[in-house]
């Protein structure tokens, strides 16, 4: 996942070298965080939350496999 998501983020934003994506595993849960430049949020998050919607909405359509619950955190 974490690979799936900083392809995405980095073919969004203006500062692709400042993006970097951590996962943290509890249990059947997982969690992807995506940290980019300031300068970028808006361009990962998008008009009333669409891009990170979407981003959010392939991410899962990719996990349904694993049988685990994966969330997706967009961090400054």
Do not use: C
Request: no cysteine; hydrophobic share 40%.
């Amino acid at each position: 996942m974490k690979e799936l998501v900083e392809v995405i983020a980095k073919a969004l934003v203006d500062k692709p070298d400042e993006v970097v994506v951590t996962e943290e595993e509890s249990g059947k849960n997982l969690t992807v965080k995506l940290h980019v430049a300031e300068s970028d949020m808006g361009k990962v998050i998008g008009k009333q939350g669409r891009i990170a919607k979407a981003i959010r909405s392939v991410v899962k359509a990719a996990s349904t496999s694993d049988n685990r619950r994966v969330d997706v955190e967009i961090v400054e």
